[in-house]
């Protein structure tokens, strides 16, 4: 009796099997075979499924319709939800003279750390920037220059970070003053080092706003989305 010459694993080739004396006439050679016919496919779907997902992530973020021709910056739909009556409040605007593109308001704290940092990427990016350390003078009500801040600026951006909360926390800033900012549409909230759900527990009525966080992104690519933003 023929015996197999790969008794142990099968024949890994139909000519292997072929010339063998004890399976060339098996015609059920099928079961022989190690190693799947269709890993071919099986990358093809894993690529396929792989470009579906990249394909899904992408259709998440878009241009804004502010954007230029050449921009490559996207943001989320929350994002174009949040800024567009924005952006519209700065076109309407447009025609006013010696805006600053920018109000920054801040916490006292941070005016030499994470305040400072924004102020200079934002002006790194053609930005011009209301900033308390340049052009407020120290002792005045915070609300008071955010308001005149306001009127002299295209947009107002408040950073807000744990020193800001407890500042916010210790002077009680009324909610129907946060409203009549808020009303505007001309403030965008800056999460840095904090979260919306943490603001909301010290002003529901500014933590309803959504803004941009540095948590989701760089304060570079912040600044470069208020600098598209801001641009008339």
Same mark, same amino acid.
């Given at each position: 009796?023929?015996?197999?010459?790969?008794?142990?694993?099968?024949?890994?080739?139909?000519?292997?099997?072929?010339?063998?004396?004890?399976?060339?006439?098996?015609?059920?050679?099928?079961?022989?075979?190690?190693?799947?016919?269709?890993?071919?496919?099986?990358?093809?779907?894993?690529?396929?499924?792989?470009?579906?997902?990249?394909?899904? #992530?992408?259709?998440?973020?878009?241009?804004?319709?502010?954007?230029?021709?050449?921009?490559?910056?996207?943001?989320?739909?929350?994002?174009?939800?949040?800024?567009?009556?924005?952006?519209?409040?700065?076109?309407?605007?447009?025609?006013?003279?010696?805006?600053?593109?920018?109000?920054?308001?801040?916490?006292?704290?941070?005016?030499?750390?994470?305040?400072?940092?924004?102020?200079?990427?934002?002006?790194?990016?053609?930005?011009?920037?209301?900033?308390?350390?340049?052009?407020?003078?120290?002792?005045?009500?915070?609300?008071?220059?955010?308001?005149?801040?306001?009127?002299?600026?295209?947009?107002?951006?408040?950073?807000?970070?744990?020193?800001?909360?407890?500042?916010?926390?210790?002077?009680?800033?009324?909610?129907?003053?946060?409203?009549?900012?808020?009303?505007?549409?001309?403030?965008?909230?800056?999460?840095?080092?904090?979260?919306?759900?943490?603001?909301?527990?010290?002003?529901?009525?500014?933590?309803? #706003?959504?803004?941009?966080?540095?948590?989701?992104?760089?304060?570079?690519?912040?600044?470069?989305?208020?600098?598209?933003?801001?641009?008339?």
């Amino acid at each position: 009796m023929s015996r197999c010459t790969a008794p142990r694993y099968g024949h890994r080739t139909a000519s292997g099997a072929a010339a063998c004396p004890a399976c060339s006439s098996r015609s059920r050679y099928r079961s022989y075979d190690y190693y799947p016919s269709n890993s071919t496919s099986s990358t093809s779907n894993i690529s396929s499924h792989n470009s579906s997902n990249a394909g899904s #992530r992408q259709s998440r973020s878009s241009k804004a319709r502010w954007s230029g021709a050449g921009s490559t910056i996207l943001y989320t739909p929350d994002e174009i939800r949040t800024l567009t009556p924005i952006r519209e409040n700065i076109e309407s605007r447009a025609a006013l003279p010696d805006l600053r593109d920018v109000f920054l308001c801040h916490a006292w704290d941070d005016r030499k750390g994470a305040a400072k940092e924004l102020h200079d990427v934002l002006e790194s990016c053609g930005v011009t920037v209301w900033f308390s350390e340049k052009d407020v003078a120290l002792g005045l009500p915070l609300l008071r220059e955010i308001d005149k801040g306001l009127v002299k600026s295209r947009v107002g951006i408040v950073l807000v970070t744990p020193a800001f909360l407890k500042r916010v926390q210790g002077e009680g800033i009324a909610d129907k003053e946060l409203s009549a900012l808020l009303a505007r549409n001309l403030l965008v909230p800056i999460m840095h080092n904090t979260t919306f759900e943490e603001l909301r527990e010290v002003s529901p009525l500014l933590g309803s #706003r959504s803004g941009l966080s540095t948590r989701e992104e760089s304060m570079l690519d912040i600044a470069a989305k208020l600098s598209e933003l801001v641009e008339v």
